[in-house]
């Protein structure tokens, strides 16, 4: 092969190289942008799948009928603030409350009476509280209240402002003024306790806020 030849195939050969190469680089690249495009897309899809799964679990921690938190969302708040008072030892109150005669509103004035009254109450067990402070509903006519930073003595004013706040609110059924009470049992968490504990106490003492006349206040 003459020298001439040679170069002209060395001249083809390179060509092709760099040829191929540039069509690898192209085809990598565009790899490269479906992959960013793709991964884009997975997080996207990430973070709205997340979003998602905080609004269910928002909507299954809420009570439907007065809006605020349920037992779920107590459990997992009490949990919380059981741990913060352990580590820091600054006070912590527990408060049960009971709407009274809750039945005889519902059999005297129906379901949807029962409901408002619910309502009412939750907006009237807010009053008052700080962003700290923590409402819910338990169940059935129960509420439950957690005071952070909130010893006896002030939970016992706090407790007293709110009863008040019921008993003078009540509410309008068909015209109807309907009266409405409500009672409620208390305890501070001391050394030693367990979350089951602090909350039998306050049971206990709900139940004889309810035998000793109702419309008041124990702490036990």
Known sequence: ??????LAAIEAHVGAFVTNENVRHQEAGQLEEQLRKRLEEVQNESRELRARMIEAHRQAATDTVTGLPNRLAYEDRLEQEF????RFGEPLSLLVWDIDDFKRINDRFGHHAGDKALRIIGQSLLLGLRETDFVARFGGEEFVMLLTGTNREDALMVAETVRKEVKESGIHSVGNRVDVTISCGMSEFTQGDTPLEVFSR???ALYEAKRSGKDRIIAR
Do not use: F
Not at 1 to 6: C, L, W
Not at 83 to 86: I, N, V
């Open 1 to 6: 092969m003459g020298a001439g030849k040679h």
């Open 83 to 86: 741990a913060r008072w352990k």
């Open 202 to 204: 306050a049971d206990r």
